[in-house]
């Protein structure tokens, strides 16, 4: 039966051609945004999980620059403690060069004077951003160091953990005693001097291998967390990012679709014109 009031081809073709319309729509904001889920409306759940992922993606990025600040601040003060190292030894030659009733001991002691005084220096100079952990209390108010390593999410839950790198100062201000070392005034005194120069030398050596480790321990998590970031970022990505050749082909075949569902509305509204033909 063909109506004049009611064309149900048309509202089938209608229909079909806003459907095709709008997934024309969606294919092409795919296209423009490069991603499948661009907004909570495209898919909520996808969307929420690529946005818990994203926070943490950057604060992990964050948390990278900030442990590489942690390790140049260690590594300035092991670097220190290595340069303390290096002046102790050759304290001890000084103190060496003295143990026989030859040597100049005035001379030998204002050497050994000097050194001391450079190594007050070093253990005040060696600090990065106001930390110094060469220092008692190397932020001022704390005997350690502590920079946040991670952050650990318990799955099921929206609360996060802090994962903290604590670096112990090595306390040469109070623990590298320089008093202890005797004047060399004769060759006596000189080899006082020489032991007490051996128990500091093993002190900075102690100090120097524990700030070692603790840059290394930092560097690796460094190297984990941007890893860590970079992995995030490719979940991310397969979570919301379009697929860009299947996008491309379905952009085209919805484009010939719409060509075909206009055509298909012009015919179906040429229907009941059709009819005005028997009336003639």
Do not use: C, Y
Not at 21 to 29: A, D, F, I, P, Y
Not at 123 to 140: A, R, Y
Not at 172 to 185: K, R, S, Y
Not at 226 to 236: E, H
């Amino acid at each position: 039966m063909t109506s004049i009031l009611t064309n149900n081809s048309a509202m089938v073709a209608l229909q079909t051609l806003k459907n095709i319309n709008q997934q024309l729509g969606k294919t092409q904001s795919d296209i423009a945004t490069g991603k499948n889920v661009a907004n909570a409306k495209d898919n909520a759940a996808v969307w929420a999980i690529s946005k818990v992922m994203e926070t943490d993606q950057s604060a992990f990025k964050t948390i990278q620059s900030n442990l590489n600040v942690a390790e140049a601040t260690v590594a300035t003060a092991r670097n220190g403690a290595e340069q303390i190292t290096n002046i102790l030894k050759e304290m001890k030659e000084l103190a060496i060069g003295g143990a026989n009733d030859a040597a100049d001991h005035g001379k030998i002691q204002t050497d050994i004077a000097a050194k001391k005084e450079q190594i007050t220096a070093i253990i005040n100079g060696s600090q990065l951003n106001g930390v110094n952990l060469l220092k008692t209390n190397p932020t001022g108010t704390n005997t350690a160091f502590t920079v946040l390593g991670s952050l650990n999410r318990t799955n099921g839950t929206v609360a996060t953990g802090a994962s903290n790198i604590a670096v112990a100062s090595v306390n040469f201000e109070g623990g590298l005693d320089l008093t202890t070392v005797a004047a060399v005034t004769d060759r006596a005194t000189a080899e006082t001097a020489i032991a007490s120069i051996e128990a500091l030398i093993n002190t900075a050596v102690t100090g120097a291998a524990n700030l070692g480790s603790s840059g290394k321990r930092i560097s690796d998590q460094a190297n984990f967390v941007g890893k860590l970031a970079d992995s995030l970022k490719s979940g991310m990505g397969a979570l919301v990012d379009a697929d860009m050749e299947e996008s491309s082909a379905r952009l085209q075949a919805l484009q010939t679709q719409q060509q075909l569902g206009i055509q298909a509305l012009s015919i179906a509204n040429q229907a009941p014109g059709a009819v005005m033909s028997l009336f003639r």
